[in-house]
């Protein structure tokens, strides 16, 4: 911006300029990670809410499911199922135990059938396997859509070295030897 504008007032630009880029940069690095631990958390709760199903369909109850699933796993889904089996076994009310636990991104559903389960003693294997089943089916369109826009970022480059390359091969000499026939003959 210096050389553009010139002078102190091209400096005092350019350093404004730069600042806002970088400030941009951290944003969107920063965005970008939350949407991937997002994504993984999301890919991490339909295994997780499998072996609740599994578990309760075994005459396990929602404290003891959430004991046996929360051990098998790692991050923030077996920490906050581990954290949930343990307050409702000091005797936590199981209503705000699994709101907390339903905080987590794409929990909602399942912290609900929970609930009920863990309120009123109802089987809560048909609820957890449809829950489970939505988020299965929300994991691979969210695949297929990453696939997609990757399909379509692997073209950019392509095009970016082949059109220079065909105009360069294929139009320019087409249109140098039509330049050379036309000053020939004219």
Do not use: K, N, Y
């Given at each position: 911006m210096?050389?553009?504008?010139?002078?102190?007032?091209?400096?005092?630009?350019?350093?404004?300029v730069a600042c806002g880029v970088g400030r941009r940069q951290r944003r969107m690095k920063a965005l970008a990670a939350r949407r991937a631990a997002e994504a993984d958390l999301r890919a991490a709760l339909a295994p997780a809410a499998d072996?609740?199903?599994?578990?309760?369909?075994?005459g396990a109850g929602p404290r003891a499911?959430?004991?046996?699933?929360g051990?098998?796993?790692?991050?923030?889904?077996?920490e906050r199922l581990r954290r949930v089996a343990a307050e409702l076994r000091l005797g936590a009310e199981p209503s705000a135990t699994w709101q907390r636990f339903g905080a987590l991104p794409g929990a909602r559903e399942l912290a609900r059938?929970?609930?009920?389960a863990g309120i009123s003693g109802v089987p809560a294997v048909e609820?957890?396997?449809?829950?489970?089943?939505?988020?299965?089916?929300?994991?691979?369109?969210?695949a297929a859509e990453r696939a997609r826009r990757a399909g379509v970022l692997v073209t950019?480059?392509?095009?970016?070295?082949?059109?220079?390359?065909?105009?360069?091969?294929?139009?320019?000499p087409?249109?140098?030897?039509?330049?050379?026939?036309?000053?020939?003959?004219?």
């Open positions: 210096a050389i553009l504008v010139g002078g102190a007032i091209g400096v005092v630009l350019g350093l404004t072996l609740l199903a599994a578990c309760l369909a075994a499911a959430a004991d046996a699933v051990r098998s796993f790692d991050g923030p889904v077996g059938c929970m609930e009920r609820g957890v396997s449809r829950v489970a089943a939505g988020l299965r089916a929300a994991a691979h369109r969210a950019l480059p392509l095009a970016a070295c082949f059109l220079p390359a065909f105009l360069a091969i294929g139009v320019v087409v249109l140098l030897g039509l330049a050379e026939g036309l000053m020939a003959g004219g």
